[in-house]
């Protein structure tokens, strides 16, 4: 539910990521993904986070910006331009699982930026971490909610509902500027049309070169979990659960 009033300017961090429906293989060096096969597109919590800031855009007036990091990101931050974001920001920069290194980077190419809110995805479809949101949030030193399902805009605040464990939900009210992290399901994500397309070629996206500092992850190696095969039992009813019991007994289950 929104209500008009003043402009809100809203920054939202999108990430180019591949799908999690994608073959996964590690790479030669046994300490990455292999991008041999991968299919890359918005990141799904992202999307929804787009949508709910041009929602509040086309009640309330004001910006949305959209932020990714990435050498290959283009395509996403046009899609978000295509959807009805104004303007994107592309960090050319690779980073790979560390969020630290990540929402430092936002923070340096977002210094500039007037900002009411700052959204993102509850949390990315490749990693989960559901990091760099609220990293930001300290580094700017600004309010954060997590996991939100429903937003209000009001004059000099923003009214979140955000989802608890075991089905409960917690309702805060955080003063401007703040960060929120969306849920989804909190919107419809509206469909890329062809005027939009169209209309994104003519939005500004600038790049803005920035390197982190530091380095807070090390990957000493990356490999597939142990598969175990299924053990398959023979023999007349009697046999059957006889082993079976066995089985139960050794493994303390019984």
Not at 9 to 17: D, E, G, R
Not at 155 to 167: A, F, Q
Not at 209 to 235: D, N
Request: aromatic content about 4%.
């Amino acid at each position: 539910m929104l209500h008009g009033g003043e402009k809100v300017n809203i920054i939202v961090l999108t990430k180019h990521a591949p799908d999690p429906e994608s073959e996964i293989h590690v790479g030669a060096d046994g300490k990455s993904v292999e991008q041999r096969g991968l299919v890359y597109d918005i990141n799904d919590w992202d999307r929804y986070a787009v949508e709910e800031a041009i929602q509040i855009k086309e009640n309330r007036d004001g910006e949305v910006v959209v932020v990714g990091v990435g050498t290959a990101c283009e395509d996403t931050l046009r899609k978000c331009l295509a959807m009805g974001a104004d303007r994107a920001i592309k960090v050319p920069y690779d980073v790979t699982m560390d969020a630290f290194q990540t929402a430092e980077l936002i923070k340096e190419a977002i210094k500039d930026e007037k900002f009411d809110i700052i959204m993102a995805g509850y949390q990315s479809q490749d990693l989960n971490n559901a990091l760099v949101g609220t990293l930001l949030a300290g580094m700017l030193g600004i309010p954060f909610a997590t996991a939100v399902t429903a937003l209000e805009v009001e004059d000099g605040s923003v009214r979140v509902r955000r989802e608890l464990e075991g089905g409960y939900n917690e309702e805060v009210v955080l003063p401007l500027p703040c960060l929120v992290t969306i849920q989804s399901g909190i919107n419809e994500p509206r469909y890329v049309s062809i005027m939009g397309i169209k209309r994104a070629k003519t939005k500004e996206l600038r790049e803005i070169e920035v390197s982190p500092t530091v380095s807070t992850l090390e990957v000493e190696k990356m490999y597939f979990p142990p598969v175990k095969k299924a053990e398959m039992i023979e023999g007349s009813p009697e046999e059957v659960a006889k082993k079976l019991i066995e089985i139960l007994k050794n493994r303390g289950l019984v």
